[in-house]
C-alpha cells in the first residue's frame, strides 16, 4: 500500500469533489488517517479507511473536524469502467473509491453473514437472519449525505459517510423496530461497527431492497401534474387523487410513532422547556432573516407561532420520532407504506438526532413535504412545464385544493390510527411547521437558490 502521506495528499484534493463531502467551500487544512483495515489481499485490493479532516486556519485548535469512511481500491491496471472513480495514481497503483467495484464490495457482505472482526471492524448480523453473499453490487446514483450499494434485487446497503462517534439512530431505531415485529419498516439484516473515540460508531446497515416500491416524493408529484394538466377538474375529481394514499401513509405514520413510543418511552419535557424550544426558533428566525430578505414579509406572522408556542403553561410529551420526515423518506410496497432512514437530519448533532420531541414534529414535516410536491410544479424548477399556460393563475388556486386535501387526509389517517389529533394541538403544529419552512428557506438559499420560491411561496399563503 502506498504510503499514508502521499494518500492524504490525494484526498485533500479528491474529498471536495464527492458529493457526500459536507465540508464544500472551505479549505481543506489537513487529512490524516486514524484507521486502515486490509479487507482484501492482492490485485485488486480492498482496504477500509476512516480518515479526519480538518478545515479551517492551520493551527487553529477550533478548526472544524470531521470524519469520513472511504473504502479504497487498488489496482495496477484500473478498467475503463472504474475511471470514473479514481483518486490517483502513487507508485505505479491505481487508488480509486471501492464502493463502486463490484468485484470487492461482495467482501462487505461476506463479512456480515460472517459475523466477522477484521482489525477494528465488526460486522454482525441480525439474530435470525441469514445473508446471501453471491450478490453483486451496483453503487446508487440517488445518494448525497451517505452510499448506498445495491446487492441484487435483495438488499442495499448504506455506507455512511461522514461519521459521528456513536451508534447511528438509524440503525439503533431499525433495530427496535424490527425485534417488535413492525411491518413499516424495510426488514433489516446486517451492520458494520467500529470504535471511535471510545465509543460504538455505526459504519453501514443492509437492510431488504424495496425493488417494486415507489416513493412518496414520485407518487404526489404525480398525482399535482394530472391536476394541472385538466382544466376544470378539482383535485378528488382526478383520476390521480393522491388523498387515499396520504390517509394510509398518515395511519402508519401513527403506527410507527406508537412503536416507537413502545421500544424507547415516553418522556416529557416541563413548559420552560417549551419556552426554551420556542426561543430557539425565534433565534433560527432572526439568523434567516439577516441571510435572506425574502422572509421579510412573514417574519411577524411566524414569529407570533412561536410566541404562542413559548405560553405553553404545561408538560409536554416527547418520544423518539424519524426526525427528517418527507415524501422522499417514504415508500409504497405492494401491502402498504414504508418509512426509511431514521438517522434524523445528518448535519445536526448526534445527541439532537438522537433526543426526543414530540410526534407531531414528523407530522409538520409531512406537511411541509406536501406543499413543496404542490408548489414544485408550480413555482419551482419543474415550473417551465406550465410557464406559457394561461391558467397558471388558476393553478394556483387548485394547488391550494391539493395540498389542503392532503394535508386533511394525512391527518386524518394519523388521528384514527391513534396519533395526537394534529388540528387539536394548532398551536403546537403551527410552530413546528413554521420552524421546518424558516430550515427550508435557509436550506434552499444555501444549496439550492432556484428551489427557494418553494417554500417562500408556501409561506405566502399559509402567512396570509
Known sequence: MPSHDRLEELLATWLPRQRWFAGKGREITEVSFVADARLVAGDPGLRHAIVS??????????????????????????????????????DGMHIYDAAHDPDLTRSLLT??????????????????????TDLTSL???????????VYGDAYICKLFRRLTPGVNPDLEISLALSRSGSKHIPELYGWIETVLDGESTTLAMLS????????????????????YAEADLHAYEVGGDFAGEAERLGAAT??????????????????ADVHAMAGRML??????????????????????????LGKHDGPLAVQRIHGDYHLGQVMRTEVGWVLLDF?????????????????????????????YAVRYLLTGPAAALFADDPAHDQREYRSHEWADRNRDAFC?????????????????????????AVYEVMYEARNRPSWLHVPLGSLARLTG
Open 208 to 227: 431488504e431492497y424495496l425493488r417494486t416500491a415507489t416513493d412518496g416524493w414520485r407518487l404526489a408529484t404525480t398525482s399535482v401534474r394530472d391536476l
Open 412 to 436: 386524518a389517517g394519523y388521528t384514527d390510527a391513534g396519533g395526537p389529533d394534529p388540528y387539536a394541538h394548532d398551536v403546537l403544529l403551527r410552530a413546528f411547521e413554521f420552524d421546518k
Open 53 to 90: 479532516v480538518r478545515q479551517g486556519p492551520p493551527g487553529n485548535p477550533d478548526a472544524e473536524h470531521y470524519y469520513y469512511q472511504l473504502l479504497l481500491g487498488f489496482r495496477h491496471e484500473l478498467p475503463g469502467r472504474l475511471e470514473y472513480a479514481s483518486i490517483g495514481l502513487v
Open 254 to 271: 401513527a403506527t410507527v410513532h406508537r412503536e416507537l413510543a413502545e421500544a424507547f418511552g415516553v418522556t416529557s419535557i416541563s413548559a
Open 343 to 371: 438517522e434524523g437530519e445528518p448535519a445536526r448533532p448526534l445527541a439532537a438526532r438522537r433526543a426526543p420531541a414530540h410526534p407531531l414534529r414528523d407530522v409538520a414535516g409531512m406537511l411541509r413535504s406536501f406543499e
Open 111 to 132: 463479512g456480515m453473514a460472517e459475523g466477522a472482526d477484521v482489525a477494528a471492524l465488526r460486522f454482525r448480523t441480525v439474530p435470525g437472519q441469514r445473508i446471501d
Open 283 to 308: 433565534t433560527r428566525l432572526d439568523e434567516a432573516r439577516a441571510a435572506i430578505p425574502d422572509l421579510n414579509p412573514y417574519v411577524d406572522r411566524i414569529a407570533a407561532a412561536f410566541d404562542d
Open 139 to 149: 453503487a446508487s446514483p440517488a445518494e448525497q449525505s451517505n452510499t448506498s450499494l
